[in-house]
């Protein structure tokens, strides 16, 4: 069974920086394309961000596009959220999400695999 694991999480001032990495195993990482999600309590899981196997696509919810960038290394088999200029709106618990079509998917009914989540927290 693929496992993902999710680390980085922390708690950080407005407009300071953090990068999420979630490491996978348990699956030929080259062939899945790799999303993260976010969640506040009470609210859907929401899309943040995607990138294809290669690394070359990516895609980034409007709320993100410009602050956040996602990356990913296929030789150690992590992907990274590398976020900054953080608002207190971006406070979640963050997912990171694996699927085994080589596109970049915002549905979250589209991915197979899921890590447990890390919290971020935003404070202004």
């Known amino acids: 069974q693929a496992q993902l694991h999710e680390s980085g999480g922390g708690l950080v001032q407005a407009g300071g920086s953090l990068s999420l990495s979630c490491a996978a195993s348990q699956l030929t990482f080259e062939h899945y394309a790799m999303g993260w999600f976010r969640q506040t309590p009470g609210k859907a899981r929401e899309f943040v961000a995607a990138i294809t196997w290669s690394g070359e696509g990516t895609m980034y919810a409007d709320s993100v596009k410009g602050r956040f960038t996602v990356y990913r290394d296929n030789a150690k088999n992590t992907v990274s959220l590398q976020m900054s200029n953080l608002k207190p709106e971006d406070t979640a618990v963050y997912y990171c999400?694996?699927?085994?079509?080589?596109?970049?998917?915002?549905?979250?009914?589209?991915?197979?695999?899921w890590g447990q989540g890390t919290q971020v927290t935003v404070s202004s």
């Open positions: 999400a694996a699927t085994r079509r080589n596109i970049m998917i915002s549905r979250r009914n589209e991915y197979d695999f």
